[in-house]
């Protein structure tokens, strides 16, 4: 169906519509002390007190982790000798009153893994991938304009302007991108086709240990990578790489070794539009300080998905986004003139790709081409996965939301429809499946005893498809639900004859922070608003 390959995003970057939510003022270290200078030092493993204060006592604790949201916390310690890589150092007074403070980080090697690949006819690469969580393609060209300049000019990298994320949020795009598996089903129910339900049950996906799978780290590991994986809360990059180091161990382990370093940077934009411009000339200094470096690898700038709440969602381009991670990819330097992968790269980027063709590019990057001297051009279809290389060519076949594992409600192709009345008949039938969607999902879940029970308030928007398909007529709705929530929803509808359904997910469009935080379940989280609010 053409209504399910129209893709037109390219210039939407330039959207006025935008305008009214961007601050290019906004710097969290405005009122810093820029020329504060530590006076604890972290290097080869042992700390100290470069600048010692009369009357001052300094002593420094172990952090390691613990979980997603906690660390366990060590004892405090006298300068010394230090084997964890997060260190906090405090300073006090005679009366006991912290003066000063700091967190030094260091990277201490690990034992080489036994290789079970036989790697010494492989051609291999760094590969370094850089996500920022909640960045799409448009935000990341009004935030991130130096970085962008120095990637596509002197790193000859390609952005993907129209990769489609394959989840509602950094759960299911990194499980996809990591192991390869959905979370979410994909309703085919439109095509009046069999549905495919998920590969991984929330419980199994939040409650079963994943040692018998294997992720993307394990495969770097196997074939002989040293792998780092960091979540960073901060916008300092370096030591999450290993390129640069204090630990003169690390320095010497890691120079001789291909290295797969990850880093997922979760704090800088989740929440704002305006959160990853003041971070743009540290993520250029980053590319240049290391350029030598990062022009023999294959370097990766992800975002997961957009911007998933606040004011800008209600725009045309904030409705874009947030199904519409950036993706960019730069290949080593020796491999631009010798091979075709620059023009396959250049090729692929007119089309949509998803989460699922990057981690197959990586994989073939890892497994396939450096057996072949990454001079492969054919389509690939690996096994057991739902991507295909893009820095090879791909099938003849037209991507579309149809033919790739995206479940509608994220698909970014571009669609003609037309307003319906907000007061309608149809909008309040399609407003009250949407409510008793959502209060099934949690009566179903078992979280009626702490969560409230919805109540439609009113449409904010309501559009219908022009073209039906088979027989159906297709809506989208965004609603909002009575205080105390307030919470709004979006989804997409099918009305066939005197029938109604839900496709896919309901996604929550607005910021419900902490009013869920009465449930541990990510997936109903979203539909949740605690009775007893802390």
């Given at each position: 169906m053409a209504i399910f390959t129209s893709l037109g995003i390219v210039f939407a970057w330039l959207e006025a519509t935008v305008n009214p939510y961007l601050d290019l003022d906004v710097d969290p270290l405005r009122n810093c002390d820029r020329a504060f200078k530590p006076r604890t030092e972290l290097k080869h493993s042992n700390w100290k007190v470069v600048d010692p204060r009369k009357n001052e006592e300094c002593k420094a604790r172990c952090h390691t982790r613990k979980g997603e949201l906690s660390n366990n916390i060590g004892n405090w310690t006298s300068p010394g000798p230090v084997l964890c890589e997060i260190l906090e150092a405090v300073c006090l007074d005679e009366k006991k009153q912290e003066t000063y403070g700091y967190l030094h980080s260091q990277i201490i090697p690990t034992p080489d893994r036994k290789l079970t690949v036989d790697t010494t006819k492989r051609k291999q690469f760094d590969v370094i991938v850089i996500l920022f969580d909640s960045l799409s393609y448009s935000q990341a060209k009004r935030s991130l304009p130096r970085t962008l300049s120095y990637f596509t000019n002197h790193m000859e990298g390609v952005m993907f302007p129209y990769m489609n994320k394959i989840g509602d949020n950094s759960r299911p795009n990194g499980v996809g991108l990591w192991f390869g598996k959905s979370l979410?089903?994909?309703?085919?129910?439109?095509?009046?086709?069999?549905?495919?339900?998920?590969?991984?049950?929330?419980?199994?996906?939040?409650?079963?240990?994943?040692?018998?799978?294997?992720?993307?780290f394990q495969e770097f590991g196997d074939h002989g990578y040293k792998v780092s994986a960091k979540r960073c809360k901060t916008n300092t990059i370096k030591r999450?790489?290993?390129?640069?180091?204090?630990?003169?161990?690390?320095?010497?382990?890691?120079?001789?070794?291909?290295?797969?370093?990850?880093?997922?940077?979760?704090?800088?934009?989740h929440n704002t539009e305006n959160g990853f411009g003041h971070a743009d000339k540290d993520f250029q200094k980053f590319l240049v300080e290391h350029r030598k470096q990062l022009d023999e690898s294959f370097v990766f700038l992800l975002g997961d998905h957009g911007l998933r709440f606040g004011g800008v969602r209600s725009t045309?381009?904030?409705?874009?986004?947030?199904?519409?991670?950036?993706?960019?990819?730069?290949?080593?330097?020796?491999?631009?003139?010798?091979?075709?992968?620059?023009?396959?790269?250049?090729?692929?980027?007119?089309?949509?790709?998803?989460?699922?063709?990057?981690?197959?590019?990586?994989?073939?990057?890892?497994?396939?081409?450096?057996?072949?001297?990454?001079?492969?051009?054919?389509?690939?279809?690996?096994?057991?996965?739902?991507?295909?290389?893009?820095?090879?060519?791909?099938?003849?076949?037209?991507?579309?939301?149809?033919?790739?594992?995206?479940?509608?409600?994220?698909?970014?192709?571009?669609?003609?429809?037309?307003?319906?009345?907000?007061?309608?008949?149809?909008?309040?039938?399609?407003?009250?499946?949407?409510?008793?969607?959502i209060n099934k999902a949690i009566s179903d879940g078992k979280f009626s005893d702490k969560c409230i029970k919805m109540e439609f308030d009113k449409t904010l928007e309501l559009e219908k498809y022009n073209d039906e398909l088979n027989g159906s007529i297709l809506y989208t709705i965004k609603l909002r639900m009575k205080k105390p929530s307030e919470a709004e929803f979006k989804a997409n509808m099918k009305v066939s004859n005197d029938s109604i359904s839900v496709l896919?997910?309901?996604?929550?469009?607005?910021?419900?922070?902490?009013?869920?935080?009465?449930?541990?379940?990510?997936?109903?989280?979203?539909?949740?608003?605690?009775?007893?609010?802390?």
């Open positions: 979410e089903k994909l309703d085919r129910t439109i095509f009046e086709e069999e549905s495919v339900p998920a590969d991984w049950t929330e419980h199994y996906f939040c409650s079963v240990p994943k040692d018998n799978e294997i992720s993307l999450c790489f290993c390129l640069d180091s204090d630990h003169k161990a690390a320095r010497h382990h890691f120079r001789y070794k291909k290295k797969f370093g990850w880093i997922w940077a979760i704090n800088l934009g045309f381009v904030g409705g874009l986004d947030v199904n519409n991670p950036i993706t960019a990819l730069s290949i080593p330097k020796s491999l631009r003139k010798t091979t075709d992968i620059l023009k396959n790269m250049n090729e692929n980027a007119r089309k949509i790709q998803t989460h699922y063709d990057t981690r197959a590019t990586m994989l073939d990057i890892l497994k396939y081409q450096s057996i072949k001297n990454f001079s492969e051009t054919d389509p690939l279809e690996i096994s057991g996965e739902k991507g295909i290389s893009y820095i090879r060519k791909q099938p003849k076949t037209v991507r579309s939301c149809r033919n790739l594992p995206v479940p509608l409600q994220y698909c970014i192709c571009q669609f003609e429809k037309t307003a319906v009345p907000n007061d309608s008949e149809i909008s309040l039938k399609l407003a009250n499946t949407v409510t008793n969607e896919g997910l309901v996604e929550r469009s607005n910021r419900y922070g902490k009013t869920a935080d009465c449930i541990g379940s990510e997936y109903h989280r979203p539909m949740c608003y605690c009775k007893k609010q802390e």
